[in-house]
């Protein structure tokens, strides 16, 4: 989990460092998850390894601003696989004050979101359909 959740992006961000210097405005975006900030009992290594990302987010921001805005989201719920029962499904949507299974398009939606908006680094954007609530 360590290689993948931080080592990996830690070294794609430094190798990418040069390429941000000529090219005007650029973003990184880290795919972190709901349980990096709320832990998990089930998944302690995963939940952590992603709240590190998160802290990576923000330790990013700060060495590449201005010239890189750095952001995370956290994704929730998005969607359902072909194999899960109607009873988790069920279980899953009652998580979330929304109720629904929003699909891909919200992951795009929030990416576009970060890298239009010249004034938000340092931020995670929960897409949780207000599970935190």
């Known amino acids: 989990m360590f290689m993948i959740h931080m080592q990996a992006p830690y070294m794609i961000n430094n190798a990418c460092d ?3 210097y000529d090219n005007g405005p650029a973003d990184i975006v880290h795919v972190t998850d709901y349980g990096a900030q709320h832990g998990s009992g089930k998944h302690v290594a995963y939940a952590s390894t992603k709240a590190g990302l998160e802290n990576m987010t923000l330790s990013y921001a700060k060495k590449l601003a201005p010239r890189v805005k750095v952001n995370s989201i956290a994704p929730f719920l998005i969607m359902f696989n072909k194999w899960d029962s109607e009873e988790y499904k069920e ?15 919200v992951v795009y939606q929030g990416v576009r979101y970060l890298m239009d908006n010249i004034y938000v680094t340092g931020e995670c954007l929960n897409l949780d359909g207000g599970r935190h609530l």
């Open 91 to 105: 279980k899953s949507l009652n998580k979330s004050v929304l109720g629904i299974e929003p699909g891909p398009e």
């Open 18 to 20: 040069v390429l941000f």
